[in-house]
């Protein structure tokens, strides 16, 4: 469970809420309103003030890469620094069968691991990046993004591959423009969205709406 | 010692070569006449004023002033260090990672030249101290600018990577081991070219002057040779020092890559 007290990102108000244990929330608003910000702050890879706490534990009060490892952020476009997609997988807690299982489940061939990154399809590094991102079974996911790149066929994959991290008590935050997308998925929506815009207004601010779209 | 002494018109006939320059830019539309007259007028100048305070801080043979010089020399390389980043850091932090590097190294370099082999009396005797510390710190610079600047060029076209790797839990120095180890071989490969090149391709400039000045050649090549083993010994340090000191300029105590450090491409 991720909860979320006061943090203050560029302009926004600050903002608070708890995603809790096999919840999605999605992240929505207009390009530039600070949502990848967001995103990277929960991972701790922007300076922000403001409380972030998984399972109890408090993100300044937890060395940085352990902290990454409960908040693991897969950016919209995910670097690589190794030749093949094997050596760039965390050596921590993987499993060959768990690894195997997760490719397939993404349309991947096996072989896939071992090939040069640069001769795969943007798709193909996209899945293989949420692999990474998800073999060492991180609590918390921050999405950004994670199918902007793929057809619809292996973006119901990736959807899949996503609600069962959800059954298995995993946390996500979605950034997508997809709306159907967040519709299928998403149990919670924070709303970052200008206020109060005034002709001739200087700033635009943002207010977070939190808003349960699921209701049971 | 014997040597032919050069008089003002030896070096205006030296000087008449610029022309060369001056035609090529003017031949390919360089633009660059203003440069090159401008370059020629303060080499001169500042080659001529530096004669003057050499001659002049040698006859004191004080401590006190060798160390002065040094000190301006050391500054003004660690200027000239940040002045060839493409990308600068915010503030003063470069300035003093440059001139801090260059400090240590130089003065670690010199004094093992100086105190450990050559033991000139009394040991702070500028005509030893100072040439010294001039190569080494020019070595230095080149291989510290190279280095910071290669760093923090790659760190930010490699910031997806970089950054996927933090995002997987990797400390600050692994998540950039790559970029770091780019920037060291960058910084090193001047002086391991001049190594190889130097005595067949190149006669250096510290032997060139000696043999010029009445020295025999055996001499001169045994100080080329110390010099050599000295400024690569002082470039890999201050190699390596600059390179670690670039990645936590960039980097900070949460393991963030933190490029906002830097200031926007000047164009």
Same mark, same amino acid.
């Given at each position: ?216 | ?9 030896d070096l205006m006939l030296a000087a008449s070569l610029i022309l060369i320059n001056g035609a090529v830019s003017w031949a390919f539309a360089l633009g660059l006449e203003r440069t090159l ?5 303060? &080499?001169? =100048?500042?080659? @001529? *004023?530096? +004669?003057?305070? %050499? ?6 043979? !004080? ?71 001039? &190569?080494? =710190?020019?070595? @230095? *610079?080149? +291989?510290?600018? %190279? ?6 060029? !790659? ?40 190594m190889a090149a130097s005595g067949i391709v190149a006669l250096p400039g510290m032997m060139t002057g000696q043999i010029l000045a009445g020295l025999d050649p055996i001499e001169a090549t ?9 400024? @690569?010994?002082?470039t890999a340090l201050g190699v390596v020092i600059a390179g670690y000191g670039s990645v936590m300029l960039i980097t900070d105590s949460r393991h963030r890559l933190r490029l906002d450090r ?6």
């Amino acid at each position: 469970m991720l909860r979320v007290e006061k943090l203050k990102i560029a302009n926004l108000p600050s903002l608070s809420f708890e995603v809790g244990d096999g919840e999605c929330m999605a992240i929505e608003g207009p390009s530039g309103i600070g949502k990848t910000r967001l995103a990277r702050a929960l991972a701790d890879l922007e300076p922000t003030n403001g409380h972030i706490f998984v399972n109890g534990a408090e993100r300044m009060e937890t060395a940085a890469p352990e902290w990454r490892r409960l908040v693991r952020y897969l950016s919209s476009e995910p670097g690589w620094w190794t030749d093949t997609a094997r050596e760039a997988l965390p050596s921590e807690g993987r499993s060959e069968g768990a690894i195997l299982r997760l490719l397939e489940s993404l349309n991947l061939e096996p072989q896939m691991l071992d090939k040069p990154i640069s001769v795969l399809s943007t798709g193909e590094r996209q899945r293989l990046a949420l692999v990474r991102a998800l073999i060492d079974a991180p609590p918390v996911l921050v999405l950004d993004e994670p199918t902007s790149a793929l057809d619809p066929r292996n973006t119901a994959l990736v959807e899949e591959v996503l609600r069962y991290q959800l059954i298995n008590g995993r946390s996500i935050l979605l950034i997508s423009h997809d709306h159907d997308q967040v519709a299928r998925l998403a149990d919670l929506r924070l709303q970052l969205a200008p206020v109060g815009e005034k002709p001739g207004a200087a700033q635009h601010g943002a207010e977070p709406v939190l808003t349960d779209i699921k209701t049971c | 010692m014997t040597y032919v002494p050069l008089d003002i018109t030896d070096l205006m006939l030296a000087a008449s070569l610029i022309l060369i320059n001056g035609a090529v830019s003017w031949a390919f539309a360089l633009g660059l006449e203003r440069t090159l007259l401008i370059n020629s007028v303060r &080499m001169t =100048l500042q080659l @001529a *004023m530096i +004669g003057f305070v %050499l001659k002049w801080i040698f006859a004191q043979t !004080s401590p006190v002033w060798t160390a002065g010089l040094a000190t301006i020399m050391i500054l003004v390389a660690g200027y000239e260090i940040v002045s060839r980043l493409s990308r600068r850091p915010k503030g003063f932090a470069a300035y003093l990672l440059g001139s801090g590097t260059l400090l240590l190294v130089g003065t670690l370099g010199t004094g093992f030249a100086v105190l450990g082999i050559i033991g000139p009396d009394p040991w702070y005797q500028p005509r030893y101290v100072l040439p010294i510390l001039g &190569m080494v =710190l020019g070595n @230095a *610079m080149t +291989g510290i600018a %190279l280095t910071t600047s290669t760093l923090l060029e !790659s760190a930010n076209r490699d910031r997806a990577a970089i950054e996927a790797r933090l995002s997987l839990g990797a400390n600050r120095f692994s998540a950039i081991s790559e970029t770091l180890r780019l920037a060291l071989r960058t910084g090193l490969m001047p002086i391991l070219n001049a190594m190889a090149a130097s005595g067949i391709v190149a006669l250096p400039g510290m032997m060139t002057g000696q043999i010029l000045a009445g020295l025999d050649p055996i001499e001169a090549t045994k100080y080329q040779i110390m010099i050599m083993f000295l400024i @690569a010994g002082a470039t890999a340090l201050g190699v390596v020092i600059a390179g670690y000191g670039s990645v936590m300029l960039i980097t900070d105590s949460r393991h963030r890559l933190r490029l906002d450090r830097l200031l926007p491409t000047s164009a």
